[in-house]
């Protein structure tokens, strides 16, 4: 090898090792999504429990329930329109760092608290309030609590920054673990059949190895995402190679569209169920076995069946947990609780259905990288 390449492979080994130890989430990912409906209530829950814990502040003289009236509606005015505004312009989100969603967040907080506290305190002026009291004092009580709300908001959106990049690292770290595993299983399997049909097959010899360096050409960037149709290809390649060893025992029923939608998927996430289901449904086995996949267009998901036969002698056999648990943590990351990857099993075979959004327009932005 010569200096010139031994300084490129330096310095690609250093650019990974910048990226390994740099936080890869974007900051979408990192946010709640505001639009859904789960997101929502639960700020309504928060903002109503802060409309009763100012309602029992002690030394009050007004009347409980009319006071809570007043202020749950006043804290609602705002809390309605900031969530109004954070998912109409989520999407724009993106080109912001952490920091300064930050200070956007505050600022319409506290912009909308003046609105409506200058809206609340002529309300109450007019309708003969006794709490009202002077305007400018009224407002900067009003901008004080807001202010500290805004900072504990933040400060709990920073802990929850944290939980997310930590299970971030946590899966990176299990799934190179799991790659370190299975990697030299199957590539002495792979070289030992490619180095049988050298002289008989050298065509063949020729394309397993090409498969072969495709499979690992993606593992080592397996921290990224791709498409669906470009996740199908690695995992038929890797198929592809299981049937030059395997021959006649591993049978396949491939029902994949031909036209599939533009989804992105965590890089290597279907090869490993695929493997669970030739390791454990086909190679304990002394007569011929059926891995069947099944790929269905919804209206609204992408749904991929994965069906093998139980292994002989092992009455529990069908999947690798550890992998499983991998890929369910890769999806969430990626997904969220939109996608799904659940078992289901039978006294003869074993499956695994993947369930994936399909009307996701930040997939691609959801990417590891």
């Given amino acids: ?107 319409l907080l506290l912009l909308l608290s003046l609105l409506v506290g200058t809206f609340a305190h002529q309300f109450l002026q007019s309708s003969g309030w006794p709490g009202a009291g002077d305007y400018y004092a009224f407002l900067l009580q009003v901008l004080l609590m807001s202010l500290l709300v805004g900072v504990i908001g933040i400060q709990l959106g920073t802990l929850y920054v944290q939980q997310r990049l930590r299970l971030d690292a946590q899966a990176r770290a299990e799934l190179d673990a799991l790659q370190a595993r299975i990697r030299p299983h199957f590539l002495f399997n792979s070289l030992n059949t490619a180095a049988e049909l050298t002289h008989s097959q050298p065509d063949l010899a ?44 591993l049978q396949l029923d491939w029902q994949v569209p031909a036209q599939l939608p533009q989804i992105k998927i965590p890089c290597l996430t279907l090869q490993p169920l695929l493997e669970n289901a030739v390791r454990h449904g086909i190679e304990t086995r002394s007569e011929p076995g059926l891995i069947r996949l099944v790929l269905t267009l919804g209206t609204d998901a992408v749904s991929l069946q994965i069906e093998n036969p139980r292994g002989q002698n092992l009455p529990h056999s069908g999947g690798n947990g550890i992998a499983l648990g ?44």
């Avoid at 997101?39 to 809570?68: C, D, K, M, N």
């Avoid at 995992?235 to 592809?240: D, E, G, H, Q």
């Avoid at 991998?326 to 289901?344: C, P, Q, S």
């Avoid at 075979?349 to 994936?356: A, C, D, E, F």
């Fill in 1 to 107: 090898m010569s200096r010139r390449q031994r300084g490129a492979n330096s310095q690609r080994v250093a650019e990974l090792q910048r990226n390994a130890a740099a936080p890869r989430m974007p900051v979408e990912q990192l946010l709640p999504e505001f639009c859904r409906s789960g997101t929502v209530l639960r700020i309504i829950i928060l903002a109503q429990a802060l409309a009763i814990l100012l309602a029992l502040v002690p030394g009050v003289t007004a009347e409980f329930w009319s006071r809570l009236g007043l202020i749950s509606l006043f804290v609602h005015w705002v809390t309605l329109p900031l969530l109004t505004l954070l998912c109409v312009f989520q999407r724009r989100w993106r080109q912001f760092s952490p920091p300064a969603l930050a200070w956007l967040f505050l600022l």
């Fill in 206 to 249: 020729e394309q397993a190895l090409l498969d072969l360096a495709s499979l690992f050409r993606a593992a080592l960037h397996s921290d990224t995402a791709v498409t669906l149709e470009e996740d199908l290809l690695l995992a038929r390649r890797y198929l592809a190679l299981e049937q030059l060893r395997l021959q006649h025992r």
């Fill in 326 to 369: 991998n890929i369910r943590r890769r999806l969430e990351l990626m997904y969220g609780d939109k996608a799904r990857l659940v078992a289901v099993m039978s006294e003869d075979s074993y499956g695994l259905k993947l369930t994936l959004p399909l009307a996701e327009e930040g997939a691609d932005a959801r990417a590891h990288r």
